[in-house]
């Protein structure tokens, strides 16, 4: 099972600030090990969050991303007490999901 | 929702953009301003310190029951009794009792897997940074820094050995050797300098808050890496074409000990984030 | 190790206080106890052998005395150390001072060579951009050096062979393959002496900063 990671997120009137850092090598698939050979790209393909179960936001993501990424959006509509949840699946088909509590 | 997407993707393309460029001058500026925008850059990284990661691997590990005693790290005692964690990051290196040397947090900490959890701390030290129970290490430290975190540094010298060892750390400092004949006092004893477009604190004196001893623990952008002191004192030495320092060695604490106590007065940032 | 070292602290501090001494070990003490504290915390790793710090030479042992005391070292001393070193400065073999300025370039852009994880049979790199800045179109460079941009033109060498150069060709050679032959506790590598650069590469070097058709120059 992954990292787990860190969510934070903060109202202020009707919008919320979501901020995640995620713990996720990002392997682009480009690098080259010691002995020369391709190290095997592994890296987060997709993440969706959700505000009390309800999907406000979906990305792609590739190889450019970098290592411990960190992602920061703002949702409308949001306010103290909601569940923001993220969930990120990578290309060998690892997922993690992790939850917080607007403040 | 198309809000958060627009905001997001904007993000992204600016978060792409400068994972793209880590590291990357632009080339065309004037010299004073290559240096500012560097800061710039910096500064917008700061946000979102891939140490949280770090420093929660660490809060867990202090509180799970791990070895062949089964126990957690929460009676260990880091120089305020044991399971005191707040402040401690900004008295270290000091003198303990029970160990009669001196120790900074990452010998202190295995020092405490060893005896509460019964790791063997021998192994520990040979261990690569960045593996095993070695990155366990920097994980906990992280932590403990972390508990610091805008404390002021106040190192013991009371004790006869933490005064000791603040004269031998001196000694340290300015010992020239290798095949550059480099001595930490190179580049970090005098004001103004910089190597390649790093600027270099100096040392030998209080280089103020956040600065020298007061940022590490750090992550590191450019090899996505968390590093300790006593790794950042290992890479010093090893670009200064010295033999290696042992894990938690005299040397490094000793010298650890000189540049915390030039740092009296001032505001640990640990952990924070390098380029 | 540990146990050994905090051991002869100990012993220091009882016989001090035995004394009735309460200010702690003396100079010479602390020095010996340094020594020690060295010894038994360095190892070998790859090519970086352990003699490498406890075997320094007088010329480093004399200066980081003198650092550490804050009081520069005393004029005899230090001719008599420049003139050691001097003395070590080996001259190219058949009188060619001057090589290929952007093999020079390349060599001073170059950090790699000498540390524990480089191979005992790389290239080493001449670090020079590290503290100087050189080429003007180099912008990412240090600081803990005297700038060396129109080294040679602000020294008037227009023709490093011509005898009016001479003098400044093989200062340029000597500084650059033993900088301590001219200032006693200087910062700079020994980059001949140590074994940094070849001999070809110190030419290549000299280059840079001489040759009126390098960049350095224009």
Partial sequence: MADPMRIRAQAAGDKATVRVLMSHEMETGQRKDAAGKIVPAWHIQEV???????????????PSVSKNPFLQFVVKGAKAGDKIAVTWKDNKGDSRTDEATVA | MSLAKLTMQKTLSLALTFALCAGAAAPALAQKTTSQGIDEYRAMLADGNPSELFEAKGEDLWKKARGPKNATLEKCDLGQGPGVVKGVFVTLPRYFADTQRMQDLESR?????????????????????????????????????SESKGLKFNLPQAHTQEKTFYEVGKRLFYQRGGTHDFACASCHGEEGKRIRLQDLPVLSQNPGDGVGF????????????????????????????????????????????????????????APALKR | MNTKISCVIAALAVALMEVGCASG??????????????????????????????????????CSQADVAGVPLDEKTAKAIEESNFKSIRWPADGQFLGDWKQGEAIAQSGRGLTWTDEATGTNGGNCYNCHQIDKKEISYGTIGPSLYNYGKIRGVNDPKSPEAKLMVE????????????????????????????????????ALLLDPQSPVNK
């Avoid at chain 3, 006693?184 to 140590?194: E, Q």
Wanted: hydrophobic residues 40%; proline residues 4%; contains cysteine.
């Fill in chain 3, 25 to 62: 070990p003396s100079v010479a003490e602390l020095n010996t106890l340094t020594d020690s504290i060295i010894k038994a915390s360095f190892r070998s790793e790859g090519i970086a052998k352990v003699e490498r710090v406890t075997a320094t030479d007088e010329t480093n042992r004399a």
């Fill in chain 2, 109 to 145: 900490l295995v020092t405490c897997m060893e005896t509460l959890q019964g790791l063997n701390g021998a192994e520990i030290a040979k261990t690569p940074f960045g593996k095993g129970e070695q990155s366990n290490v920097t994980a906990l430290a992280t932590w403990i820094a």
């Fill in chain 1, 48 to 62: 969706t969050a959700t505000l009390n179960g309800k999907p406000v936001l979906s990305a792609e993501w590739g």
């Fill in chain 2, 214 to 269: 007061a940022a590490w623990p750090a992550y590191r952008v450019s090899n996505g890496q968390m590093w300790s002191m006593q790794l950042r004192l290992n890479d010093c030495y090893r670009q200064q074409r010295f033999p290696y320092p042992g894990f938690g060695s005299n040397a490094t604490i000793a010298l650890s000990t000189y540049l915390g106590v030039n740092a009296k007065g001032s505001v640990s940032v």
């Fill in chain 3, 171 to 206: 200062y340029t050679w000597g500084k650059i393959w033993n900088a301590k032959a001219y200032n006693a506790c200087s910062n700079m590598p020994r980059a001949g002496h140590m074994g940094i650069l070849t001999e070809a590469q110190v030419r290549h070097v000299v």
